[in-house]
């Protein structure tokens, strides 16, 4: 897996309409001697509340893309171009692995990130305990992650990610894992939670019923050097249920209109 430097992630002082904005950005990293051009020349502007997905073929730089704009330093990757962020904005990055300790509580994983800022102890769990029983979890505070369904657990987590009230929350792929009934559901619950907080939500995902079903705009990447192949609107209603909508025949056309392109981002993969 390529590491990364990002050097050019820079939070920005003059007002913007923006919650990110990229910038020409191209990133290349080594792999086995070889120099490996991941992204090339990637531009787009997400506004503050939005709920944006990232889609495209393997390989193609949606994780590397995500960890830029999230600012994730690590040696061995050069990045050309820029990342502006308001400055004091607040991240949150939701992984695909599940990353929950297994020796703390449901209550005690979720209220982590305010212990670390030195929250106050009562303080921290009656926030934790407020929004245990806001998201369907109330009862579980006692738990340990062992005790939880897969579905349950990527929930903690992201009510965990939410615990700081972020401004931006980025998701790599956290469904993937999910069977296929609690994946949808799991669907419903990231809307309503987009909605009731207002943060802004950029998901990675390979999965384009997904992409259609949770997100305002949907970017395709080509294959790598990943670029900016197409920007999709999604003008499905924001109070939609992702247990109804694909029914919907805007979505059914959605679907067809952009697996096109994706078809042919796919076959250039074979062809190579």
Request: charged share 25%; with cysteine; proline share 6%.
């Amino acid at each position: 897996m390529p590491q990364l430097e990002i050097g050019l992630n820079r939070e920005s002082n003059s007002p913007s309409p923006y919650a990110l904005e990229a910038q020409h950005v191209s990133i290349t990293y080594w792999s086995k001697h070889k120099r490996v051009e991941a992204l090339k020349d990637i531009s787009f502007a997400v506004k503050p509340g939005e709920f944006l997905s990232l889609i495209g073929p393997s390989g193609c730089g949606k994780s590397t893309l995500l960890n830029a704009l999230a600012g994730i330093s690590r040696a061995g990757v050069e990045l050309d171009g820029e990342i502006r962020r308001p400055r004091h904005q607040v991240l949150g990055y939701l992984f695909q692995k599940q990353t929950l300790l297994p020796w703390r509580t449901v209550l005690e994983n979720m209220v982590a990130p305010l212990e670390i800022r030195g929250v106050p102890k009562i303080e921290r769990r009656n926030k934790g305990l407020e929004l245990l029983a806001k998201y369907g979890l109330q009862g579980f505070e006692h738990s340990y992650p062992s005790e939880l369904s897969g579905g349950m657990q990527q929930r903690v987590l992201l009510i965990r990610t939410l615990i700081y009230q972020p401004d931006v929350v980025l998701l790599d792929e956290p469904l993937s894992s999910l069977d296929a009934q609690t994946r949808v559901l799991l669907q419903d619950e990231f809307l309503r939670i987009w909605r009731d907080t207002g943060c802004t939500f950029i998901l990675v995902t390979h999965d384009l019923e997904e992409a259609i079903v949770l997100s305002q705009r949907v970017f395709l990447l080509g294959v790598r050097p990943g670029r900016l192949v197409r920007e999709f609107s999604i003008p499905l209603p924001s109070d939609r249920s992702a247990l109804t909508i694909r029914t919907d025949p805007k979505f059914q056309n959605l679907q067809r209109e952009i697996w096109q392109d994706l078809f042919q981002s796919l076959v250039g993969i074979y062809a190579q």
